[in-house]
């Protein structure tokens, strides 16, 4: 018989938006605040959606006579012990958004992702009360309910994250801080600028909306380190040159490649500084083994150094300390943070023409005005958990749900002051499935970043594409297919005739092919607890939502829920092809045809999901932010996820860890300095 197991999922895009409430038509009641602008809602019952931790999150509000009440937060799927579960179940949010009479809302400390979603659908409701939110006069109805677009009013309409809000009333701004440089997030960009800035001499504030440093991750790509020099693998220009050529070909061009060369020319340099600052922590740096597919085009580049401490040997698993080295070091030498602080205005001299000098805040119900003589820098991360932006910006990526952890806040703010959307859209999404989240895809020898070298079959128990393909790029075929699932599929042979698995890092030992058969085999166990686990590539299957494991092909066909015939017709093509070396569906490379023939059988269903959101705002290689005529806004500046134009068609991983090494790392690094220094 089977053994099937339901696995929760984990960084698991959120599901189908949920419904939105009915308003009943009355006498118009509250005025209020709507994108910014004043607003009068009409009584009734209205249902808006945020996206949490754990997936949507439904508020549903009444509002009679001029009053906001709170009928339903739910479903609450938010994770225990951090305070949005709890504060969901014990009505605090509820509290709060009748007390503001508005979606302006305090939340709860170290619930920020619980919080925005909370503040997202009470904002989605208002917008329905006050009838923004139901197309308005943007587009055309039919009279059958439906509404037609046209051209013009696609490409003249405004979303209402375009529209500014009204400036912070003076009067309630309490107190100032001052300093000459100001960054505004305390992911790895924000803090290795400011730690970058003070070392020059700069007195640097570092303000964020979380509780603490945050740094996802654990890929840094960086070229002719003391490290690669080490490994003997630096690259010259005349071996670079036509890589980048063929990246940057492969994002058809629609990219900045003088920032791809600043990074070339640069990160190697930021990356022995990074060192040098962690190892006094205990954090040393290892290469992380990559794809090399025997020199051809799915080929990466063996230049994501990852971190590991004494504690934690797994590469890619040390980034959080990282970081936190990183604070505890700039603290020392004068850094200020305010964390559980949120930025909510750019602060702009001569009516959004002159000097971005500061923002405003809010810290504690209050607000407060930092100002920055030399720069203002955002760090802000991503859009992608703001479902109207990744539909403008990056659309491709809805049917992935809204991963990421980040709403598009900076970008925002730095919009309504007069910055500019970079030059190439859509924007490139982040993608994964398959990855670091099963086990059999990791320590294949010459598979570590592709998606699956066994059998890929879709719910119809159909094969659908070639298996061999990097896992930035298999989300697409995957996500059309049936449900927008696939099923990994191998058997008891399938480990042995993998061999040799490589170790994690460059210069690292092989793993064990027994102890990978042994860890396989412990995620169809169902005795195993997977509550915790210390094992970076998941072994708990936790992007699975079920894992099957049978005596007979019908058996796994059946626990999957595939179609019985359909699987065996497919499994018996597939092993005609493993057996002749020749695949004549998808003309896989025959290193990766081994046949699914020796009981038991495994199967796990998957499905890819946005990591985040790429590039942002219009920025030039020296950081600045710029308007739409590519002129640099004077003191504003942008490191990370808000570098524009870094990336194309997609982030494809060839260069893994080039968006958190360069955007990040190097990028952070240079700005702190030259900022510091008045260069820039």
């Known amino acids: 018989m089977g053994t099937q197991m339901n696995r929760r999922s984990f960084i698991k895009a959120a599901g189908a938006m949920g419904a939105m409430g009915a308003a009943a038509v009355a006498a118009p009641a509250l005025a209020n605040e709507v994108g910014g602008k004043k607003a009068v809602y009409e009584d009734g019952t209205y249902t808006g959606t945020g996206s949490g931790m754990g997936g949507d999150i439904n508020v549903t509000i009444t509002i009679t006579d001029g009053t906001i009440a709170v009928s339903d ?9 951090i305070g949005g579960y709890e504060a969901i179940e014990d009505g605090t949010f509820a509290k709060q958004i009748e007390d503001a009479q508005s979606a302006d809302i305090d939340g709860v400390s170290g619930a920020t992702i619980t ?22 006069s943007a587009a055309a109805d039919t009279g059958s309910g439906t509404l037609v677009l046209d051209a013009d009013t696609f490409a003249n309409a405004k979303w209402s994250f375009e529209i500014a809000p009204d400036p912070v009333d003076e009067a309630l701004i309490e107190k100032t801080v001052d300093c000459e440089i100001l960054v505004i997030g305390a992911g790895m960009s924000g803090v290795v600028t400011a730690t970058s800035a003070v070392e020059e001499g700069a007195d640097v504030v570092v303000i964020a909306d979380s509780s603490g440093p945050v740094s996802r991750g654990g890929s840094n790509a960086a070229f002719n380190t003391r490290l690669t020099e080490e490994l003997g693998m630096n690259y010259t220009r005349e071996e670079i040159e036509p890589i980048f050529q063929s990246i940057f070909a492969a994002n058809s061009f629609r990219l900045d490649q003088q920032k791809w060369w600043l990074i070339y020319e640069k990160s190697g340099e930021a990356m022995n500084w990074l060192m040098d600052k962690l190892e006094p922590y205990g954090i040393t740096t290892v290469i992380e083994n990559n794809q090399q597919d025997n020199g051809g085009p799915l080929a990466t580049l063996n230049v994501s150094h990852s971190f590991v401490t004494k504690d ?87 049917p992935f749900g809204n991963g990421g952890v980040y709403d598009g806040s900076g970008l925002k703010m730095a919009m309504w002051i007069g910055a500019a959307w970079q030059k190439y859209t859509p924007n490139a999404p982040m993608l994964a499935t398959m990855g670091d989240e099963v086990l059999p895809c990791r320590w294949w020898a010459e ?11 879709n719910k119809k128990g159909i094969r659908y594409t070639n298996e061999n393909c990097t896992y930035g790029y298999s989300p697409y075929p995957e996500r059309v297919q049936p449900d927008g699932c696939a099923y990994l599929i191998w058997d008891d042979d399938w480990v042995f005739a993998s061999a040799p698995w490589q170790g994690d890092r460059v210069g690292g030992p092989d793993r064990d092919t027994q102890t990978v058969y042994d860890q396989i085999a412990a995620l169809f166990d169902p005795n195993t607890d997977w509550t915790t686990t210390d094992e970076y590539a998941g072994f708990d299957a936790s992007m699975a939502e079920n894992a099957v494991k049978a005596d007979t092909l019908e058996e796994l066909a059946e626990g999957l829920g595939l179609p019985v015939d359909a699987f065996l017709a497919q499994v018996e093509r597939y092993n005609g092809f493993c057996e002749t070396g020749e695949d004549d569906e998808f003309h896989k490379d025959k290193r990766f045809l081994l046949s699914v023939k020796k009981p038991p059988f495994y199967g796990i269903k998957n499905e890819p999901y946005t990591l985040c959101i790429t590039g942002g705002l219009n920025t030039d290689i020296q950081m600045h932010v710029c308007d739409e005529n590519s002129d640099p806004i004077p003191g504003l500046y942008g490191v990370g996820t808000v570098v524009g134009d870094m990336f194309g068609d997609i982030y494809d991983y060839r260069c893994p860890g080039i968006n958190l090494g360069g955007c990040c790392d190097t990028f952070g690094y240079l700005l702190g300095k030259k900022l510091a220094s008045g260069e820039w």
């Not at 970081?323 to 505890?328: G, M, Q, T």
């Not at 598979?447 to 079959?457: E, Q, R, S, W």
């Open 73 to 81: 937060i739910s479903p609450n799927k938010e994770t225990k012990g």
């Open 447 to 457: 598979g570590a970043l592709t998606t699956f070298p066994g059998l890929l079959v």
């Open 312 to 398: 934690n040997q797994a590469a890619g698993a040390s980034q959080q300390p990282a970081i936190e080295a990183l604070v505890d070091e700039s603290q020392k030498a004068g850094v200020r943070y305010f964390f559980n602080t949120t930025a909510v205005q750019l602060d702009r001299e001569g009516d959004k023409s002159g000097r971005v000098t500061g923002c405003v805040a809010k810290q504690d119900g209050a607000y407060v005005r930092f100002n920055a003589s030399k720069g203002v820098v955002l760090a802000t991360g991503d859009f992608s958990r703001d479902r109207d932006m990744v539909a403008k910006y990056c659309p491709m990526a809805l």
């Open 115 to 136: 919080t925005k979603a909370i503040k997202n659908a009470v904002t989605s409701a208002l917008k329905q009360a006050s009838g923004a939110g139901t197309g308005g």
